[in-house]
């Protein structure tokens, strides 16, 4: 049998000056380097271009609440623990309860809005982007138009690759875990 490669997390004397800058401001930004971020960061170009990305796709047009719940329902369907943990507990200090957040993971949660915005996260992520006509029409039904589509696709893809990345390299989850 093959020896697994081993990815770990990487310190600050690990990584370019580029990714030691980066590292430095999220630690003033969240008080700590979240161990994906810092695993990441072993490219200093992948850190600071998901830094940018993530950090805006879907700022204009959905709340942080809905965004959380967009990264919540995208992270259930890639099962990652990781983000699962990380972003419940993001979703916590944005207002939601741990029953909520199981619900937003699993799409049930009975909030008309965020139900829709889950249930299509869920089917993206599981479908590779070809929905049922029925949910992705119940978005625009809500008052969503196709810039807030492309702001939502936004979300979905900065999710995905922080799912993919803790897929791939199985770093330890730094945030309280949440099993379902």
């Not at 700022?59 to 942080?64: A, C, E, I, M, Y």
């Not at 200090?93 to 049930?108: H, I, P, V, Y």
């Not at 070809?130 to 138009?145: A, N, Q, T």
Request: proline share 2%.
């Amino acid at each position: 049998m093959k020896n697994v490669t081993k990815i770990s997390v990487p310190t600050k004397s690990d990584v370019n000056e580029k990714s030691q800058v980066l590292f430095n401001q999220l630690q003033s930004q969240l008080g700590m380097v979240p161990n994906l971020y810092a695993t990441i960061g072993y490219s200093s170009n992948a850190l600071e271009n998901f830094l940018t990305f993530s950090g805006n796709a879907g700022k204009v047009t959905f709340s942080n609440k809905e965004i959380e719940a967009i990264k919540l329902a995208v992270s259930q369907a890639n099962n990652c623990i990781y983000c699962k943990s990380a972003h419940t507990a993001i979703a916590k200090m944005n207002g939601f309860s741990d029953a909520e957040a199981a619900e937003l993971r699993n799409a049930t949660i009975a909030d008309p809005k965020l139900k829709v915005l889950t249930a299509l996260a869920k089917q993206v992520a599981q479908k590779a982007g070809h929905v049922d006509d029925e949910i992705r029409e119940s978005f625009f039904e809500l008052g969503y138009d196709a810039k807030a589509l492309m702001d939502f696709i936004a979300v979905v893809i900065a999710i995905t690759f922080t799912n993919y990345a803790q897929a791939l390299t199985k770093v330890d989850v730094d945030f309280p875990l949440v099993e379902n």
